[in-house]
């Protein structure tokens, strides 16, 4: 069976930290673009961070608001990948998602994620994090 399986979420200070974590099953992570979306209440989706597929040579995405503090990473012997969050401020509140695109024409440079929530197809269940003091 495919699935995504989030982790980590809760609720931080301003200037905190959070680790998420995203169990996959039923396929290769690194066959996959693999990373996360948000959404706040009353926002649209969008896309935090990616690490491309393997054969692309795992290219990294990450959101302008988050550059420098999240950092993405993929285990690929546990077929985990994690998002570290540090610096994390209340406009990181939301719920995150794990999302998976194996689409060959767009996984090696997380093309899918750019595009917008509305192409990927393969999605976890969601995990909350609020930043507030």
């Known amino acids: 069976q495919v699935q995504l399986v989030e982790s980590g979420g809760g609720w931080v200070q301003p200037g905190g930290s959070l680790r998420l974590s995203c169990a996959a099953s039923?396929?290769?992570?690194?066959?996959?673009?693999i990373g996360w979306f948000r959404q706040a209440p009353g926002k649209e989706r969008e896309a935090v961070s990616c690490?491309?597929?393997?054969?692309?040579?795992?290219?990294?995405y990450y959101h302008d608001s988050v550059r420098g503090r999240f950092t993405i990473s993929r285990d690929n012997v546990n077929n985990t990948v994690y998002l570290q969050m540090t610096s994390l401020k209340p406009e990181d509140t939301g719920v995150y998602y794990c999302?998976?695109?194996?689409?060959?024409?767009?996984?090696?440079?997380?093309?899918?994620?750019?595009?917008?929530?509305?192409?990927?197809?393969?999605w976890g269940q969601g995990t909350v994090v609020t930043v507030s003091s």
């Open positions: 690490v491309g597929s393997r054969d692309g040579g795992d290219k990294i």
């Open positions: 999302t998976a695109d194996r689409l060959p024409r767009s996984r090696e440079y997380c093309s899918g994620f750019v595009l917008g929530y509305k192409y990927l197809e393969l």
């Open positions: 039923g396929f290769a992570l690194d066959d996959a673009a």
